[in-house]
């Protein structure tokens, strides 16, 4: 089956800890996102990228870091330079940037 | 203010009702528009994607879109519990390859 996983579903860190978002697709996509959702509220841009070894910053990237070495894989590390990292994350992909995206399923980060 | 301006509900409807969703914009660069479907604690699922002023019908679905106005509407005919879900609006920039979304409105459908 084609499409785009991501791991853990649901993870939990301690305060001051880094963790990495694991977001990976087989539908042979260029593009791939990284978003932020909290409660009641819409999907904010993190991250981006539309090429392997190229990634550009989004609305929100501070206190977030990404790789993009393999076409279908785009982890996501949340630093500890983030100061309020509790939230839902959505990774996403498209066949290019100008074209629409298709999610996966989140990963909820509690940070205790 | 926001680029993208979705009515923020929430929205509560009985059974079989018809459903109108919307969204404002302000960036003439947004080019193409979509809508997105989100279940609680789940991904967002794509419904409609369009690019021309009118209207695209799938099923019970029509998305219909206004440039000239920079407004967009996502109809929903004959709604069903299992519509009930957060529905999010969405523009994509073509110019800078990436996508604005709104803030969503929760639907809910009584049987």
């Known amino acids: 089956d084609g499409g785009i996983t991501q791991s853990p579903k649901y993870l939990f860190r301690k305060e001051g800890q880094n963790v990495t978002l694991s977001c990976e697709q087989n539908?042979?996509?260029?593009?791939m996102y990284w978003y932020r959702q909290d409660p009641g509220q819409g999907l904010r841009l993190i991250y981006y990228?539309?090429?392997?070894?190229?990634?550009q910053k989004g609305d929100i990237a501070e206190g977030y870091s990404v790789s993009r070495e393999k076409k279908e894989s785009f982890p996501l590390t949340v630093t500890s330079a983030q100061k309020n990292p509790t939230a839902f994350y959505l990774c996403?992909?498209?066949?290019?940037?100008?074209?629409?995206?298709?999610f996966g399923p989140g990963t909820r980060l509690t940070v205790l | 203010q926001k680029e993208v301006e979705q009515d923020p509900g929430p929205l509560s409807v009985p059974e079989g009702a018809i459903v109108s969703l919307n969204c404002t914009y302000s960036?003439?660069?947004?080019?193409?528009f979509m809508w997105y479907r989100q279940y609680s604690r789940k991904g967002p699922e794509l419904l409609m994607y369009?690019?021309?002023?009118g209207n695209k019908e799938d099923g019970r679905f029509t998305a219909q879109v206004d440039k000239s106005s920079k407004y967009i509407s996502l109809f929903i005919r004959d709604s069903q519990p299992s519509d009930s879900a957060t529905y999010l609006c969405?523009?994509?920039?073509?110019?800078?390859?990436?996508?604005?979304f709104g803030d969503g409105t929760t639907l809910t459908v009584k049987p």
């Open positions: 539908l042979n996509h260029d593009a």
């Open positions: 996403a992909s498209s066949t290019s940037g100008y074209n629409e995206q298709f």
């Open positions: 960036n003439s660069a947004f080019q193409y």
């Open positions: 369009t690019y021309s002023s």
């Open positions: 969405a523009m994509l920039n073509t110019n800078a390859g990436k996508s604005t």
């Open positions: 990228s539309q090429i392997v070894n190229d990634f």
